[in-house]
């Protein structure tokens, strides 16, 4: 699992509300990435780091923000939650070996917008 | 804008049987292609990589195969099982530099399921 965690791994809140959901990796990737999974849609990439405070959109990044302020620890944040954003959350890792670039995800985090 | 598309979207086979699933992409200048499996309520697992200057990668039981030029890549499944049963996914990564290192367009899935 190219030791990453998401937590929490289960969230319900309420319309309006703050979120912050967390990645964090033990192996001190450079790049890591947060998508989202909903059905019909697959997973679409929401933001990426590429280095410690170094961040870029995606293609879904409206209504989230991210934060990077050490090489673990990736932060997704929704600053007024929607019924929209009501997903399931995942966090990635780009590891690379001989010259080949894979991507490993978290297990995963169950968002549940009421 | 890259857009992944995976044909059958849901696939119901008796055990044993080989098969086949297919995705397809719209811009060919890709820098690999992934094949990941999801089990239900858990994360991605990567199966298979295969580079743009590959035409197929081999682990086990799987095949996968990539004809760039027409944008489609096959998974091939030999002898499946009951323990293949999974959503499989897969997804390319064009070929850019800079910041745009790593990121993935994903197809929606092809939801395999494999009878006794």
């Not at chain 1, 791994?9 to 319309?15: G, I, L, N, Q, S």
């Amino acid at each position: 699992d190219a030791g990453i965690t998401q937590s929490p791994r289960h969230k319900v809140t309420e319309t309006g509300t703050p979120v912050t959901l967390r990645c964090h990796q033990t192996e001190n990737h450079r790049y890591m990435y947060w998508y989202r999974q909903d059905p019909g849609h697959g997973l679409r990439l929401i933001h990426y780091s590429y280095g410690v405070k170094d961040t870029d959109k995606g293609e879904v990044s409206d209504g989230y923000s991210v934060s990077r302020s050490k090489t673990e620890d990736f932060l997704l944040t929704l600053e007024s939650a929607t019924s929209s954003q009501t997903s399931v959350y995942f966090c990635a890792i780009s590891e690379s070996a001989g010259g080949w670039e894979t991507q490993y995800f978290g297990p995963g985090t169950r968002l549940l917008v009421l | 804008k890259q857009e992944v598309t995976q044909i059958p979207a849901a696939l119901s086979v008796p055990e044993g049987e080989n098969l086949v699933l297919n995705c397809s992409f719209t811009d060919s200048a890709i820098y690999n292609l992934q094949w990941f499996r999801q089990d239900p309520g858990k994360g991605l697992t990567s199966l298979l990589l295969i580079q743009s200057s590959q035409r197929e990668q081999t682990s086990g039981r799987l095949n996968a195969s990539l004809d760039k030029s027409s944008g489609r890549s096959t998974l091939y499944i030999a002898a499946s099982q009951p323990g293949d049963s999974a959503t499989y996914l897969c997804a390319v990564r064009l070929y850019a530099g800079g910041t745009s290192y790593g990121k993935l367009t994903f197809g929606q899935g092809t939801i395999l399921t494999v009878h006794p």
